[in-house]
């Protein structure tokens, strides 16, 4: 628009770009980049946003979490790694994470998508039940503790014969 300041026009759209989803600082400062804005006035805009409570990294971080709690349930090292992609700094997103990481929390988290691929997975031998519970479960972020708990044989039903020892167990299971 002729005569209106360029912050104030990235203003705009940086608003109208907001009102899809949160975005973290890195994102917007990226797309104010990405059109053509001078850092300084795309500072300016992050100055606006951030007095006017559109922009907190940390509240987007704790935000993320709860999503992935509900819906997709991630263990403590792919929340950050999935924070972390988003670009939102460690110490933003480490509140939100460190509420999730304490064993029994992790537990919860890890039970929840085990209720949702049980289906998957009962029909299976139980030591290859157990081997891709287990892989599942590392590809989510999950630690060994938590792997070794729910992948135990006595957890599987009573019609699959548990296995005596931990010879089936994946190599390394216990080194995180």
Do not use: K, Y
């Not at 026009?9 to 975005?23: N, Y």
């Amino acid at each position: 628009m002729p005569g209106e300041p360029a912050a104030a026009t990235a203003l705009g759209r940086v608003l109208r770009w907001l009102a899809a989803r949160d975005r973290s600082e890195r994102e917007i400062r990226a797309r104010l980049s990405q059109w053509g804005l001078p850092p300084a006035e795309a500072e300016a805009v992050l100055v606006t946003l951030r007095a006017r409570g559109l922009v907190n990294d940390a509240a987007l971080a704790e935000r993320l979490c709860d999503w992935h709690d509900r819906h997709d349930p991630l263990g403590p090292l792919r929340l950050r790694e999935r924070l972390a992609r988003r670009g939102i700094a460690a110490a933003n997103g480490e509140a939100a994470v460190a509420a999730r990481a304490g064993e029994e929390r992790q537990l919860e988290l890890a039970e929840a998508l085990l209720a949702r691929r049980w289906p998957g997975l009962a029909g299976l031998a139980p030591a290859l039940g157990r081997r891709r519970l287990h892989d599942l479960l590392a590809r989510r972020g999950f630690s060994a503790a938590v792997r070794h708990r729910l992948c135990d044989p006595r957890r599987f039903p009573a019609g699959d014969a548990p296995v005596a020892d931990d010879a089936d167990w994946p190599e390394g299971c216990e080194d995180d």
